[in-house]
């Protein structure tokens, strides 16, 4: 945490410590900048990344990258509230190339856009596909 304070404390909305892991709320337009700051500060390993659609509260996404630190054997996690419409936030593939499908993951089914991204396109639904299938207004038997 002290990294990300020290690199820009504004973009830190908020921190929690639960059961022994640090979450971090970044501010969406600092996500790849935190990024490069956590893993200049040790955190050396992309995990995870996914999102969370909490409709009809504001903001309606939450997106969710857990980052582990082999040398400090630590983990921890960056939110980042994300709003509509047209949700969309920094592709993190400049800081760790390993992002990249987690990124067309939730692009895919939750329709948010990952600016930069180099190749942001569906990975699981088929091209012509309409809507995207995780988000809770959804029909639950697709469009018809």
Request: charged share 30%; glycine share 6%; hydrophobic share 40%.
């Amino acid at each position: 945490m002290k990294a990300v304070v020290e690199w820009n404390a504004e973009a830190l909305l908020d921190a929690r410590l639960d059961r022994g892991e640090l979450t971090l709320t970044i501010a969406p337009d600092e996500i790849r900048a935190a990024c490069a700051a956590v893993k200049a500060a040790g955190y050396n390993f992309f995990e995870d990344l996914t999102a969370v659609d909490w409709f009809p509260a504001s903001p309606r996404f939450r997106l969710s990258y857990a980052l582990l630190s082999h040398r400090l054997k630590e983990r921890i996690r960056l939110s980042v509230p994300v709003e509509e419409p047209g949700p969309a936030v920094e592709s993190i593939t400049p800081v760790w190339p390993g992002a990249n499908y987690f990124e067309r993951e939730v692009f895919d089914l939750f329709g948010i856009r990952f600016e930069g991204h180099p190749n942001l396109r569906r990975i699981l639904m088929p091209d012509d596909w309409q809507g995207y299938p995780l988000r809770k207004d959804y029909p639950v038997e697709g469009y018809r």
